[in-house]
């Protein structure tokens, strides 16, 4: 079974950055849909970001445009999450998923343990 792993979370300051990644050791992910979810403690999941299987077309919640870059390397089977000036409201756990639509409103599929990120001053 498909197992996806994230990695690149840490404690950053506001206005710092941190880029995380999203692979599946022994699998390919060119034939799936990428998306970024996060929940922070006390608050329901949210979309934060997908992209399409070819890299050719990308979507974000609105309280990330302009700050969150969603991209991908098909020949490494890695999808990455650049995030710039951060927010303490981004504190949360990051989680990875691959499924066969690009959406960010809980999408079936396959979901990562997800990576911890801190944004606190």
């Known amino acids: 079974q498909l197992q996806l792993v994230e990695s690149g979370g840490g404690l950053v300051q506001p206005g710092g950055s941190l880029r995380l990644s999203c692979a599946a050791p022994g699998f390919t992910l060119d034939g799936y849909e990428i998306g970024w979810f996060r929940q922070a403690p006390g608050k329901e999941r949210e979309g934060v970001s997908c992209i399409s299987s070819s890299g050719g077309s990308t979507n974000y919640a609105d309280s990330v445009k302009g700050r969150f870059t969603i991209s991908r390397d098909n020949a490494k089977s890695t999808v990455y999450l650049q995030m710039n000036s951060l927010k303490p409201k981004d504190t949360g756990v990051y989680y990875c998923?691959?499924?066969?639509?690009?959406?960010?409103?809980?999408?079936?599929?396959?979901w990562g343990q997800g990576t911890q990120v801190t944004v606190s001053s």
């Open positions: 998923t691959a499924s066969l639509e690009c959406s960010l409103y809980g999408p079936g599929g396959y």
